[in-house]
């Protein structure tokens, strides 16, 4: 049997000895380095969620504005606009469109989107009048992975055909529902028919703007009138 001389023999250990300890040393250099890149990377992720909220909410809008929906903001402002809704298919409110109203909070996208029906519908989970959406309907399963056109392509399709009679913002209509199914449905198509209608959005818009104008010339006659007390 060779053996190494003993010069080759201590020369081996050496070398042994000083790559296993290397070896911890990269380990930890390694793991250290891990560290901070994990650190960087969480205050990045802060910074971004910091500074995000407003990108985010712009994005969403323009989204929503690139998809077929008919969008029109308010003043040019991206945190209150109108979509035109239609209703959904093989439901009992299809055929009918409406003019919803989205108002998006300061905290969104963490907090959901207030909606409002501006035409009236008949539904137990919509105010008839004013036309809001029972806020549990959106809230309970709202989160900051859906975005705008979820609301329109999921939550409000889903909304319209599977009303929630137990949780309702129309006790009428929930009523009816649960006591007369036929009945309640004739009243929905109804209300389709009556305030659902195309030409019904262009009237609801110009007496809208209408409004706006005789607002604006009432504010400005107490203006006038104001001035003319002052003289």
């Keep these: 049997m060779n053996l190494p001389p003993p010069n080759s023999f201590f020369f081996l250990i050496s070398v042994s000895i000083s790559t296993f300890f290397l070896s911890i040393q990269f380990l930890q250099e390694l793991k250290f380095s891990i560290a901070q890149t994990r650190s960087a ?3 990045n992720l802060q910074e971004k969620n910091m500074s995000s909220p407003s990108k985010r909410r712009d994005m969403d809008v323009m989204k929503l504005m690139m998809t077929d ?21 093989d439901s009992l ?12 909070p300061d905290a969104y996208q963490y907090k959901s989107p207030s909606i409002g029906f ?4 008949y539904h137990p ?8 959406v ?13 975005d705008l056109v979820n609301i329109f392509e999921v939550f409000l399709p889903q909304l319209l055909l599977y009303p929630n009679p137990a949780d309702p913002l129309n006790g009428e209509a929930a009523a009816l529902m649960m006591r007369d199914r036929p009945v309640y449905e ?9 305030y659902a209608k195309p030409e019904d959005l262009e009237n609801k818009q110009a007496d809208d703007e209408e409004s706006d104008d005789d607002d604006y ?4 006659t107490s203006d006038d009138e104001m001035e003319v007390e002052g003289l």
């Design 93 to 104: 409110y299809s055929g009918g469109v409406w003019r919803v109203r989205v108002e998006l």
């Design 217 to 220: 010339e009432n504010y400005k």
């Design 118 to 121: 501006i035409n009236r519908i």
């Design 125 to 132: 989970n919509i105010d008839e009048m004013s036309g809001s």
């Design 69 to 89: 929906y008919k969008v029109e903001t308010v003043d040019d402002s991206v945190t209150q606009f109108f979509v035109e809704f239609n209703g959904p298919p």
């Design 186 to 194: 004739q009243k929905v198509k109804e209300h389709c028919l009556k």
């Design 41 to 43: 990377s969480e205050r």
């Design 134 to 146: 029972c806020l549990d309907v959106i809230n309970q399963t709202w989160s900051p992975m859906f």
